[in-house]
């Protein structure tokens, strides 16, 4: 089936520090791969995505690479802002899954000025 | 225009009422979705709709009733409702491909916070 494995959080980190979040996926079919980040009393925003191996996606100084080998899909940043305090969601979405989404349990990041 | 609509973005509502969520998307989109989520924890499915039809339902209790009443709207009525109803509520909208594995990303609205008392 499909699923997706996030990076338990919290995570706290220093103003300037580097960012990772770890997502693993298994699915059945040919998966698009997504990061969301969802502000405090916000909806959900896109921040990247990667539609087929090795794709990078990025956004505002965030990357993260679609790694086929490895069903990885981790999140980078090498300075992380304490505007970038969110909750991130890894998510999947199935080529054979028709319109179902598949999203990991949420990382919640703060970052300390 | 890339934008959801959420309205109410507040609602509090007692266990007899009877209420609605209402969704907005002029995308062009064809799927629309309901999601229900607590604090911290990943949007849980409720429904789906794919074209105007209703294609997933989650077994969501049937005091949660969707509507789609045409490609832009989409409504949730709410009916005696239980405290543990109390959540954020979520729409999203996804274009879909017209060919088998469709993979775009889901556009989300505000949410509606929901507090049953």
């Known amino acids: 089936g499909n699923s997706v494995t996030q990076m338990e959080g919290p995570v706290t980190l220093s103003e300037e520090a580097f960012l990772t979040i770890n997502c693993t996926y298994t699915?059945?079919?040919?998966?698009?791969l997504f990061w969301y980040v969802q502000y405090p009393g916000e909806g959900l925003q896109l921040l990247l995505k990667a539609t087929k191996a090795d794709d990078k996606g990025s956004n505002k100084g965030f990357e993260a690479t679609y790694r086929k080998e490895t069903t990885s899909f981790h999140l980078e940043k090498g300075s992380v802002q304490v505007s970038d305090s969110a909750v991130y969601f890894c998510?999947?979405?199935?080529?054979?899954?028709?319109?179902?989404?598949?999203f990991g349990t949420g990382t919640s990041l703060t970052v300390i000025p | 225009d890339t934008e959801v609509t959420q309205t109410p973005k507040h609602l509090v509502m007692g266990m007899t009422n009877k209420k609605s969520l209402k969704c907005e998307q002029h995308m062009g989109h064809r799927a629309m979705y309901w999601y229900k989520q607590k604090a911290k924890k990943p949007p849980e499915l409720m429904f789906v709709y794919s074209y105007e039809k209703l294609s997933i339902n989650e077994s969501v209790p049937s005091r949660f009733s969707p509507e789609c009443p045409n490609s832009s709207l989409l409504n949730l009525h709410l009916h005696a409702l239980q405290p543990e109803d109390s959540a954020l509520y979520l729409c999203a909208s996804r274009r879909l491909s017209g060919r088998a594995g469709n993979t775009g990303e889901l556009f989300f609205g505000e949410g509606s916070r929901l507090t049953v008392l």
């Open positions: 998510a999947l979405s199935d080529s054979e899954a028709g319109n179902q989404f598949y």
């Open positions: 699915a059945t079919g040919y998966p698009s």
